[in-house]
C-alpha cells in the first residue's frame, strides 16, 4: 500500500514535468548548437610587406602600398568631403559587415589610434576604410622617414616602408585647406 499512495503522489509530479519541455530542447530552439554561429571572422596573418612599395594610382590624389606586381595591402587617398580635405585609409584586408574597430598606427616618434569601419567594396565583400581632415595632427605618423606598423584587430599588422610618398599626398592635400584658410582669414569666401 505505501508504494501505490507514493506512486499516487508521483503521478501529478511526473504529469506537471511533462507539460513543460526541458530548458535545454528551449535553448537549442533559440540558439542554434549544430557548430555555425554568426560571430567575427578568423583573423588574418600579417602579411610580408618586406619588399612593399608606395606607387601611384590611376587615380590622381591617391597612392598604394603594396608588394610589386601583387594586389595593394595600402592605398591613401585625397578626397573632399562636405567641402574639407579629407585623407581616406583604405586597408585591404576582409571585414565584416558593420564592424569597426580602432586601427593603430605606430612611427616615426608617434603613436595614433584612427576608427576605422567595415565598407563594401564588392557584394557582400569588405575592406577597412577610415576618413580623417587632412589637418589632423594624428597623421603626422604617416609624414615621417621611418618605418610605421598599422595594425587592425583581425586584419594582421602591416609594416610601411618609408617612403616620400605618403608625406608628399598628405602636404598635398594640406596644401588646399591651407589656401582655403587664407582666403577666409581674408575675409572672402573660399574657393570650391
Known amino acids: 500500500m505505501f508504494r501505490l499512495s507514493s506512486l499516487a503522489l508521483c503521478l501529478p509530479l511526473i504529469a506537471l514535468a511533462a507539460c513543460k519541455p526541458p530548458p535545454t530542447d528551449e535553448t537549442r530552439a533559440r540558439f542554434p548548437l549544430d557548430g555555425q554561429r554568426d560571430g567575427p571572422s578568423q583573423p588574418i596573418d600579417s602579411p610580408d610587406s618586406s619588399n612593399a612599395i608606395w606607387a ?47 586601427m593603430a598606427l605606430i612611427g616615426n616618434a608617434h603613436i595614433e589610434r584612427l576608427p576605422v569601419d567595415a565598407v563594401e567594396a564588392a557584394p557582400e565583400a569588405y575592406l577597412w576604410e577610415g576618413s580623417y581632415p587632412a589637418s589632423a595632427p594624428a597623421l603626422e605618423v604617416l609624414t615621417g622617414r621611418r618605418e610605421v606598423t598599422l595594425t587592425i584587430p583581425g586584419a594582421g599588422k602591416l609594416t610601411l616602408n618609408p617612403s616620400e610618398r605618403p608625406r608628399m599626398l598628405i602636404e598635398s592635400c594640406r596644401g588646399d585647406q591651407k589656401e582655403d584658410a587664407e582666403i577666409v582669414s581674408e575675409g ?4 570650391l
Not at 59 to 67: A, D, E, F, L, S
Not at 74 to 89: K, Q, S, Y
Open 188 to 191: 572672402a569666401e573660399p574657393a
Open 56 to 102: 601611384d594610382s590611376k587615380t590622381p590624389g591617391r597612392i598604394i602600398y603594396g608588394n610589386p606586381g601583387e594586389a595593394p595591402m595600402l592605398a591613401l587617398a585625397c578626397v573632399e568631403e562636405a567641402g574639407t580635405p579629407m585623407l581616406r585609409i583604405t586597408r585591404y584586408a576582409p571585414a565584416d559587415e558593420g564592424a569597426g574597430a580602432l
